[in-house]
């Protein structure tokens, strides 16, 4: 084969791993991940973040646990998880929207009592060293303590249990992982270094708590953003856990917020997923845009669950129903999509979450196909 069909093949490669929208270029790079219950699978994996080394934390819902990757040697370690046997069943995106059917109502987020799964702490442990991986993090579990006590001076407590439904997790500069737990009501702060763990919130409808949080994120100070779907309420604690901010999401149209994401100025982007709507707010929770709409259109959604932001101020949603990812600027302009419904690289079956790492690098919670893929985003 002479070397211009070389040249020829290897552009060809290049061509459908990559799609250019206008002046922005999308490469699919790689993908971890298979239907599963061992460390490097996933049952449903509904939100991921990157922490200041580079490496994936990820929201491993359907299995009830964290998991990280390191995405330069590609070995997973296991957040722990409480005893299967224990874990209750949790609602459907449908249950939270408050539809009877709907193209979703396979993202179920219920947990199968299967008996191939683990039984006790013990059992878990064991299969986690069988396979070569012990769990990240070794807390003794505990009974979950009364509340904190409610309003605005609510603080930290500590707190120490596995993880139940890990809805989405967000992680700052200093290396603390947020946990979004809807089963015990609050969000987990835990130390990456030392390992320790506090917990704000708990279960009430007052002022500072939850009964569904379904989506954190954490701001270059330090505040953390906590959107409560049940209640449909955004809440911001500054970094001390002083509850400083609550928004009724429900009085500027929110009726489903799945997804939360800041930006460097403090801007706060909510997903509406029953209206498909992106609702923008400034830092002191003023609803300034809102964007969106029914639709497979750019710029229109079905059912969108996550959004990251990036340091340049773009938007990414991920739009579950669509099965894509679309960019927008700050003010809600379209800028590119990518993805479609399959299982081959690239495509995907439902994205969920969506995160920034550096150098352009894109990862998605590609949650039906049970993996995460990495992309690049050139601009």
């Known amino acids: 084969m002479n070397r211009y069909k070389w040249i020829l093949i290897l552009f060809f490669i290049w061509a459908v791993s990559s799609v250019a929208v206008g002046q922005t270029t999308i490469t699919f790079k790689r993908s971890w991940g298979k239907g599963g219950n061992h460390a490097g699978q996933f049952h449903g994996p509904f939100s991921v973040a990157v922490d200041p080394s580079g490496n994936l934390w990820v929201a491993d819902l359907e299995n009830g646990r964290i998991q990280k990757i390191d995405v330069v040697s590609n070995v997973f370690e296991v957040f722990p998880m409480e005893p299967y046997t224990h874990r209750p069943q949790s ?47 070794d807390a003794p579990e505990t009974t979950f303590l009364s509340k904190p006590d409610p309003g605005i001076d609510q603080r930290w407590f500590f707190f120490t249990s596995y993880v ?15 946990i979004a737990d809807s089963k015990y009501k609050l969000v987990q702060k835990v130390d990456l270094g030392s390992k320790a763990r506090k917990g704000i919130g708990g279960y009430g409808s007052g002022f500072g708590h939850y009964e569904v949080p379904i989506s954190v994120a954490v701001d270059f100070e330090g505040n953390v953003y906590v959107v409560d779907v049940q209640l449909i309420k955004l809440l911001k604690y500054g970094p001390s856990g002083k509850t400083i901010l609550q928004v009724d999401l429900e009085k500027v149209g929110n009726k489903v917020p799945p997804g939360i994401s800041v930006d460097g100025t403090g801007n ?31 710029g229109q959604f079905h059912q969108p669950v996550g959004v990251a932001t990036d340091d340049h101020r773009h938007v990414y949603v991920a739009d579950f129903d669509n099965n894509r990812i679309q960019i927008f600027d700050e003010n809600g302009k379209f800028l590119a999509e990518w993805g479609n419904r399959g299982t081959e690289a690239e495509k995907m079956n439902g994205p969920t979450g969506v995160a920034v790492g550096k150098g352009g690098k894109i990862y998605v919670c590609d949650y039906k196909n049970n993996r995460i893929q990495e992309f690049e985003v050139k601009f």
């Open 268 to 298: 706060i982007y909510v997903v509406d997923s029953a209206r498909d709507k992106l609702q923008k707010f400034n830092r002191y929770g003023k609803l300034i845009r809102e964007w969106g709409g029914k639709g497979d259109k750019a």
């Open 91 to 137: 609602v459907s995106l449908d249950d939270l929207i408050g539809k009877s059917s709907s193209p979703a109502a396979d993202l179920a987020f219920k947990r199968d009592l299967q008996p191939e799964k683990p039984t006790s702490r013990e059992n878990f442990v064991s299969q986690q060293k069988l396979l070569g991986s012990m769990p990240a993090f």
């Open 164 to 178: 139940n439904q890990p809805f989405s997790l967000a992680i700052d500069a200093r290396n603390f992982l947020y």
